[in-house]
């Protein structure tokens, strides 16, 4: 049930006939966890927060600095040098006091991403490197926990939804991160933020596709991005969005895996975060 305050923030919400009460009460009881309070962060954790999510799980272990303020709208210049899950909590309660927090001032590894995700409903990962996104994508496939997952460049930024768990109607299993990034890129290859840089504004757009996104998965309206990719070109203003399939290789659920599956049903599931698994321990990453 919502309380009258609940009714009146939430109105707008509550008058859409794809989200409607019904809706609003999946996006109350749901669970949220958010890889990265940095510029994807900043505005997919305000909108989440103001769409009134039961709870939001935060992951950051950085603490602000004066170039952040640039594009993660999270902070102000007093923040600066604070941990950036405290202030994110603090701005989350209160902008929304009915949304509990629960921040984790730590980096995602191989040692404790199994433990952290496994509480979730839904991940969204706005984080910076390609190292967690791939641990973020392996362990979201092993638990079986739906992901949002989103890039930027400096004037582009990328999109997805990721539910390989599942199979479609034809029974064909839903794409991983590996069949469409297959495999790390070489190290230098592509410049991080602080080299490259970055249009702040743009930031902005992708965070909060992020959100909607999100929402959508959990209430249920639409079309999502399972196995399409959406690019933005800001030097051009371009949106567009290419698919993409199920990779037989890969090695998460390819053609090899499932072959296994059929053999041992239960061999699979029962110890996915073996670190003896090549393609589920990252360190090497």
Known sequence: MFSSDEIERYAR?????????????????ARVLIVGAGGLGAPLIHYLAAAGIGELGIIDDDVVSLSNLQRQILFRSCDVGRPKTECAAEVVTGLNPHVKVTPYNLRLDESNAASVIRDWDIVADGSDNFATRYLVSDTCFYERRPLVTAALGAFDGSLTTLRPYETDAAGTPRPTYRCLFPDLPPPG?????????????????????????????????????????????????????????????????????????????????????DPSDKHFKLCSL
């Open 189 to 273: 290859t592509i410049p991080a933020c602080a080299e490259a840089g970055v249009i702040g504004a743009l930031a902005g757009v992708v965070g909060t596709l992020m959100a909607l996104e999100v929402i959508r998965e959990i209430v249920g309206f639409g079309e999502n991005l399972v196995g399409r990719l959406l690019l933005i070109d800001a030097m051009t203003m371009r949106f567009e969005i290419i698919g993409y399939n199920w990779d037989p290789a890969n090695p998460l659920n390819g053609a090899e895996v499932q072959k296994k599956r059929l053999r041992d049903p239960d061999g699979l599931h029962d110890q996915p975060d």
């Open 13 to 29: 919400h509550i008058v859409l006939r794809d989200v409607g009460g019904p809706g609003q009460q999946k996006l109350k009881a």
